[in-house]
């Protein structure tokens, strides 16, 4: 089975410029969330979505940076214009809102962003 | 004061030792415990849910005390594949999705 899918897995950028990620889900989940992953703040939270309404975005550092999801099998995490302090590994994980695992979250491989 | 603390490690101990971690979390309205593990330059994956009576899944032995807030992983037997990062997970609230990460604990299993 597919699990979560992130695209690029690398991304190197020049300060000021966009930068989108992507994000399928695992088939059937109905949360998404967007994480950032540093060595000085661990792991994130940004936003997560459910049934492809965003609920909490109070983790988005600042207005540079927006994510959407159109529909049930893709998300987008937007940065613009990126900075240097925006290099961290993003991930992306998904979870099923009826499961007997409450709350488990599947991770994809994340992507790593370095902006020069 | 961090959410979510723990000792950072490195934990080196040899193969077949018992090792424990701990961690604090200051929310109170946090009902729901988890340890996840992150291999280097991975993904993190669950590991076990942590519940109020304590659970043990094979080698790994999950304690939870709500009055201290305070949550335990044990394993026992380390074994090399055990090196990882181990990071204690808890809940933004009653029923909150939103889940807050510790910075993690680094177990190197030695030879």
């Known amino acids: 089975d597919a699990g979560v899918i992130q695209s690029p897995r690398h991304e190197v950028t020049e300060m000021g410029q966009e930068v989108t990620l992507r994000c399928k889900p695992i088939s059937g989940h109905d949360y998404l969330f967007w994480y950032r992953q540093t060595m000085m703040r661990g792991l994130e939270l940004l936003i997560y979505?459910?049934?492809?309404?965003?609920?909490?975005d109070s983790g988005m550092p600042e207005d540079r940076f927006s994510a959407k999801m159109p529909n049930a099998s893709f998300s987008t995490l937007k940065i613009q214009p990126s900075e240097p302090r925006d290099s961290a590994v993003y991930f992306c994980?998904?979870?099923?809102?009826?499961?007997?695992?409450?709350?488990?979250?599947?991770f994809g491989p994340g992507t790593r962003l370095t902006v020069l | 004061r961090k959410e979510v603390e723990q000792d950072p490690g490195p934990f080196n101990v040899p193969e077949g030792a018992t090792v424990a971690f701990n961690c604090t979390y200051s929310n109170s309205a946090s009902q729901s415990f988890f340890w996840y593990r992150q291999d280097c330059r991975k993904e993190p994956k669950l590991l076990m849910s942590v519940y109020s009576s304590g659970n043990e899944d094979g080698r790994f032995t999950a304690q939870l005390n709500r009055a201290s807030q305070y949550i335990s992983l044990l394993i026992r037997d380390s074994k090399l594949s055990d090196s990882a990062t181990y990071l204690c997970v808890v809940n933004r609230g009653t029923g909150r999705r939103a889940l807050t990460f510790g910075s993690g604990t680094r177990l190197q299993v030695q030879p």
């Open positions: 979505f459910n049934n492809n309404v965003p609920i909490d």
């Open positions: 994980a998904s979870s099923l809102g009826r499961s007997s695992s409450y709350n488990e979250q599947f």
